[in-house]
């Protein structure tokens, strides 16, 4: 799994029967790092990822890619090459708190 946070949405009102029920995501690739002002940098590559835990924009997420990414209920037998596995609530890295979802304070447009 890798992690990312939500920054944007994909809509399209075409789309292939097996993925209309799922809501699709623009995830930005997180890297982590136990310096606490730089602890979740934003990286500069996306991906897009089906939603299979009721995330929202702005959240820290853990996502799958590949054939790891159809292994779930809801994307089983879909044509997804990532999805959206798990929302993040805290990150503990060498024994110290790097992330906490109740004090995340990004914004759009912005960096953490």
Same mark, same amino acid.
């Given at each position: 799994?890798?992690?990312?946070?939500?920054?944007?949405?994909?809509?399209?009102?075409?789309?292939d029967e097996k993925?209309?029920?799922?809501?699709?995501?623009?995830?930005?690739?997180? @890297?982590? @790092? @136990?310096?606490? +002002?730089?602890?979740?940098? %934003?990286?500069p590559s996306f991906?897009?990822?089906?939603?299979?835990?009721?995330?929202?924009l702005g959240e820290? $997420?853990?996502? +799958?890619?590949?054939?790891?990414?159809?292994?779930?209920?809801?994307?089983?037998?879909?044509?997804?090459?990532? @999805?959206?596995? +798990?929302? $993040?609530?805290?990150?503990?890295?060498?024994?110290? +708190?790097?992330?906490?979802?109740?004090?995340? %304070?990004?914004?759009?447009?912005? %960096?953490?």
């Open positions: 799994m890798k992690l990312g946070r939500i920054v944007g949405t994909v809509v399209s009102t075409r789309k993925i209309e029920s799922l809501k699709l995501y623009v995830v930005r690739d997180l @890297s982590v @790092s @136990s310096d606490r +002002a730089t602890a979740l940098t %934003e990286k991906v897009i990822a089906a939603d299979t835990v009721g995330a929202g820290v $997420v853990l996502y +799958a890619s590949g054939s790891s990414a159809r292994q779930t209920r809801m994307t089983d037998g879909k044509p997804v090459d990532a @999805s959206v596995m +798990a929302i $993040v609530d805290h990150i503990d890295l060498d024994g110290r +708190a790097i992330y906490d979802k109740s004090r995340d %304070e990004w914004t759009p447009g912005g %960096e953490g």
